[in-house]
């Protein structure tokens, strides 16, 4: 059977990035994401839906995604998921998460304080495009 896992979400981070060191000093950066569905209900009222997500990403694009992300930071982001399980409390718990394999800012310098202008990174070759301000659209 085949399978195929993959996310690509928009949306804006709902905490500052958490970054750690792996035991090996691999960064990993962990950060929420909420994205949100309008639509118009049977009554004909506009509702809101807001979706919740937590991510985690590694290397190069760890350190990237903390040091030009801060809580409310527009963000695309292009993972998979994982579902993470542990025990807490004597009480099993479990969550899926997104990997974020590959992301892009979406913030402008006015909407987030100045940290992020766009550029992007991708985790399996550890390059990341610095912000490109002479894009001409």
Not at 30 to 37: K, P, V
Not at 48 to 67: H, I, M, P
Not at 70 to 89: P, Q, V
Not at 92 to 120: M, P, T, W, Y
Request: aromatic share 10%; net charge negative; with cysteine.
């Amino acid at each position: 059977m085949a399978s195929f896992n993959k996310v690509i979400m928009a949306g804006n981070l709902t905490r500052d990035p958490q970054l750690s060191y792996l035991p090996s000093q691999t960064p990993v950066v962990e950060f929420g994401l909420a994205t949100n569905h309008k639509y118009k209900g049977k009554d004909g009222a506009l509702h809101e839906d807001v979706c919740f997500v937590d991510c985690r990403c590694y290397g190069q694009s760890a350190e990237t995604l903390n040091k030009y992300c801060s809580k409310g930071s527009a963000l695309l982001i292009e993972g998979r998921l994982e579902f993470d399980t542990w025990e807490s409390n004597g009480q099993k718990r479990s969550k899926h998460r997104i990997f974020v394999e590959r992301f892009q800012f979406l913030s402008d310098a006015q909407a987030d304080g100045g940290k992020s202008n766009g550029g992007s990174a991708d985790p399996e070759t550890g390059q990341s495009s610095p912000p490109n301000d002479d894009i001409p659209f």
